[in-house]
């Protein structure tokens, strides 16, 4: 089965860094997402791997291993407006490059 | 601007009535997905579409109909068969056939009671 893991809930205090993580098992991988989600919003991009490493975009840093089927969002100097969901999701090679979405991690910047 | 747009941002409609969501897009993007999402969930696709007057059932396609007649357009009808109608449901694209990330739209809360 396919499927995309990310924890439900994390809480992190203003001025950190925070790692969100998923892990996922699809039948096909032809590249991975994070999304920023505020509550009643549409999501938004954020980043993109395809292949292993660190992607670095600003505040925002998204790792990728294939052999282990793991991602994680890195959210340096945070920030109030950080508060939202971040879902993860993989794009797979068949059905038309269809993308699963994981349940998404709700994240809480308190001051 | 452009971009995706949805209407309307809340529905409410009676049980045993279908209803029509719209989405629009601007953008060229020949890539068009219906999605629904509920509490706890992920984005779960009813329908997408990569070209004009084509279309493929998503995973939960049951109780949904589409249509693509033009490329800016991908409206989805959520009929009186779908046995659990209510919730936020969102609109999105891409470019090409479904290369690249995905714009979404504002979203439709539909709520049936």
């Known amino acids: 089965g396919q499927n995309i893991d990310q924890p439900t809930e994390m809480t992190a205090t203003e001025g950190a860094i925070v790692q969100i993580n998923c892990t996922y098992q699809?039948?096909?991988?032809?590249?991975l997402f994070w999304y920023q989600q505020h509550a009643g919003e549409a999501p938004t991009f954020l980043s993109y791997?395809?292949?292993?490493g660190l992607e670095e975009k600003g505040r925002f840093s998204s790792f990728l291993s294939r052999s282990k089927g793991y991602s994680y969002l890195l959210l340096k100097e945070l920030q109030m407006k950080d508060s939202a969901s971040y879902l993860c999701?993989?794009?797979?090679?068949?059905?038309?490059?269809?993308?699963?979405f994981g349940a998404g991690t709700r994240l809480f910047v308190k001051a | 601007d452009g971009g995706i747009t949805q209407s309307p941002k809340y529905l409410f409609r009676k049980e045993g009535q279908n209803v029509t969501l719209s989405c629009e897009q601007n953008?060229?993007?020949?890539?068009m997905y219906w999605y629904r999402q509920d509490p706890g969930q992920g984005l779960r696709l009813i329908y997408y579409?990569?070209?004009?007057?084509?279309?493929q059932k998503g995973d939960i396609a049951e109780g949904y109909s589409v249509s693509r007649e033009k490329k800016e357009s991908f409206p989805l009808t959520v009929t009186s068969a779908q046995k659990n109608p209510t919730a936020f449901y969102l609109c999105?694209?891409?470019?090409?056939?479904?290369?690249?990330?995905?714009?979404f739209g504002p979203g439709t809360r539909l709520t049936v009671t």
């Open positions: 699809t039948s096909g991988f032809n590249g």
């Open positions: 999701a993989v794009r797979g090679e068949t059905g038309g490059f269809k993308t699963i």
């Open positions: 579409s990569q070209i004009v007057n084509d279309f």
């Open positions: 953008l060229n993007h020949d890539a």
């Open positions: 791997n395809v292949l292993d």
């Open positions: 999105a694209s891409t470019m090409g056939r479904g290369a690249g990330e995905q714009y």
